[in-house]
C-alpha cells in the first residue's frame, strides 16, 4: 500500500482511496494512475490487490451479527481509510470483460457492509463519497459488466455520486497513457473530485 500528502495547502484535506486492480506496475492501469496522482491535491492511498496482503471473504458470517471483519489484515487498515475518505476510484484493467480476480478479492471484504445494512438494519459508513471508474482493455469485450460490478462496490462505500466512467480500450495498439480521451477524462475526474491545482 502506498500512502501520499501532497499540496496539503488547505485546513481540510481531502483524502482519496484508489483501488488498483493490475497486475502490472508499469502497465495501462497504472500509467492512468500514475497520471492522476501527480495532480492529484490532499492526500491519497492507493491499494493494489496483486500486492497487498488482504484476504477474500470466506463466508464465516461473523458480520452477519458483529460490525466489521473477522480476519486481520491490512483491510483494517482500509475500512478505516473508506470511513474517512472523500473519494473513492476504481482502476482495473478488464479481464474477460470484468474488473480482475484479485480486486474482486478485496471487493468481497467488503461483504461486512452488506451484512450491516440488511441484516443488522445499520448505515455501516455516515461519510458519503465520491466516486469514479477507471476501466483499460485491449478491444474485445465490452465495459459494461465491469463497470457495473465497480458501481456496486463504490455503492457499498457509500459512493452514490459516480463520475461517467473513463476507459481506455484499445491498448493492443495504442497505449492508454495515449489515449487523449482518457486523459481528458482523468482531468475531468480530478475536477470532480474537487482538485483545486
Given at each position: ?156 462505500m457509500n459512493c452514490y455520486d459516480i463520475h461517467e466512467v473513463v476507459y481506455s480500450h484499445n491498448t493492443n495498439e495504442k497505449p492508454a497513457i495515449d489515449d487523449e ?17
Amino acid at each position: 500500500m502506498k500512502w501520499t500528502n501532497r499540496n496539503l495547502v488547505e485546513e481540510i484535506i481531502v483524502k482519496t482511496l484508489i483501488l488498483n486492480g493490475s497486475p502490472r506496475k508499469n502497465g495501462d492501469t497504472a500509467s492512468l494512475i500514475e497520471k492522476i496522482t501527480e495532480k492529484i491535491v490532499g492526500e491519497y492511498r492507493i491499494v493494489d490487490a496483486y500486492r497487498c496482503n488482504i484476504s477474500p471473504c470466506f463466508d464465516c458470517r461473523y458480520c452477519w451479527e458483529n460490525s466489521g471483519c473477522v480476519i486481520n489484515d491490512e483491510m483494517q487498515e482500509i475500512y478505516k481509510y473508506i470511513q474517512e475518505c472523500d473519494n473513492i476510484m476504481i482502476a482495473s484493467p478488464l479481464y474477460f470483460s470484468e474488473l480482475t480476480g484479485k480486486l474482486l478479492d478485496v471487493g468481497s471484504r467488503l461483504q461486512t457492509y452488506f451484512c450491516a445494512r440488511f441484516y443488522r438494519k445499520e448505515e455501516p459508513i455516515i461519510k458519503s463519497k465520491k466516486g469514479a471508474i477507471v476501466l483499460v482493455g485491449g478491444g474485445d469485450g465490452h465495459i459494461d459488466t465491469a463497470y457495473s460490478t465497480a458501481c456496486t462496490l463504490l455503492h457499498h462505500m457509500n459512493c452514490y455520486d459516480i463520475h461517467e466512467v473513463v476507459y481506455s480500450h484499445n491498448t493492443n495498439e495504442k497505449p492508454a497513457i495515449d489515449d487523449e480521451n482518457a486523459l481528458l477524462g482523468l482531468n475531468s475526474i480530478l475536477d470532480f473530485f474537487g482538485n483545486k491545482e
